[in-house]
């Protein structure tokens, strides 16, 4: 009877495992369902989405913060077919002979219409994106500039490390077809090691490389003469972050190095804050998710019970509270564990 058993149960992991059995031997029409291995990957492909009709209208509003930077906030929330992906904040700055955008948002459709937008305030076009970090929501417009106005595109060599043309991220995957379309994955012009000063159409920047911090090579752009930082991830308000691929004490230096440049406006990747009160939500968030996970650790708490101990209640009642803040806890514990 158990041989039987056992004959039965080798059957059938034989038959599930038959799709990744010589995998590297199968004939497919699209290699980027390969990973980088060269494995075939299940289930991971989506096809096209109905494509007819007229482009996703993302209804658009520039918002001025300063004299020369406006900016387009998006959704407090996760991105969804619904949202077409608008929940990240993506900005302009107004040079003397162009515009030079800062992240470009989610999909080709998305920087065509901030664009249109921005043209109505000044027709520039726009010589210089600047990308902020690798997280899909912040960059997937590049394309149309780079196709449109000829921009160089400027950011963190992890884009170009990470994702390569005909990719699927998770924007494409998610969003339907009239708000994707278009949008091609296209590689960072120029990309730098560390902090650099530059000056682009008539002003001056500092492109200011934190480090590990939300990912895994994280950059804010300081306009000194207009005392005007945009610091994307780095800082949220309003919101609980994600910190899934980022970590506290990085997290914590980045916010000091954005602290310590003169300014009088921030502009976080997501939220609405933006005066001289726009980090300190950011800086309370973690310096507390620090100091209770190591008084935790020190208590011999363990860490499938740290997320009971470690509530943050102080932030309850900020928008994606339950679904993001507990892992953010119990990623913290991994890495402080180690402190």
């Not at 900005?91 to 515009?99: A, E, T, V």
């Not at 106005?149 to 390569?164: C, K, R």
């Not at 949008?183 to 920047?205: A, H, Q, Y």
């Not at 406006?265 to 998710?289: C, M, N, Q, S």
């Amino acid at each position: 009877m158990k041989t039987k058993i056992i004959i039965l149960l080798s059957i059938i992991a034989f038959v599930i495992a038959m799709p990744f059995i010589f995998n590297k031997s199968v004939t497919i029409s699209d290699p980027h369902r390969l990973d980088v291995d060269g494995n075939f990957i299940l289930y991971e492909w989506v096809e096209a989405r109905d494509g007819q009709g007229p482009d996703w209208d993302y209804n658009l509003t520039p918002v001025q913060v300063s004299d020369r930077v406006w900016c387009f906030f998006g959704a407090m929330e996760m991105p969804t077919k619904e949202n077409a992906g608008n929940m990240s904040n993506s900005c302009y700055i107004k040079g003397d002979d162009s515009w030079i955008a800062w992240d470009s948002g989610p999909s080709y459709v998305f920087a065509k219409q901030a664009y249109e937008a921005m043209s109505k305030i000044a027709k520039l076009p726009v010589s210089t994106v600047i990308v902020s970090h690798e997280h899909d929501d912040h960059w997937l417009g590049n394309n149309y500039y780079k196709e449109v106005h000829g921009a160089e595109i400027m950011g963190p060599e992890s884009i170009n490390v990470n994702y390569h043309k005909g990719d699927q991220t998770r924007m494409v995957k998610a969003l339907y077809q009239n708000a994707i379309r278009k949008t091609e994955l296209v590689p960072v012009d120029k990309s730098f090691k560390e902090t650099v000063n530059f000056k682009i159409s008539g002003i001056d920047f500092e492109y200011v490389n934190v480090g590990y911090a939300h990912s895994e090579d994280d950059w804010f752009l300081y306009l000194p003469k207009d005392k005007v930082v945009l610091v994307a991830d780095v800082v949220m308000n309003g919101r609980v972050t994600s910190n899934r691929d980022g970590i506290i004490i990085g997290q914590l230096e980045a916010l000091k190095a954005i602290k310590a440049r003169d300014w009088n406006h921030l502009v976080p990747g997501h939220g609405f804050i933006t005066d001289k009160t726009a980090a300190d939500e950011a800086v309370r968030y973690f310096t507390l998710i620090k100091d209770e996970v190591l008084k935790g650790i020190e208590e011999g708490v363990r860490p499938d019970d740290i997320t009971k101990v470690v509530t943050l209640d102080e932030f309850r009642g900020k928008d994606l509270y339950y679904l993001l803040s507990s892992g953010n806890v119990y990623r913290a514990y991994e890495e402080l564990e180690m402190y």
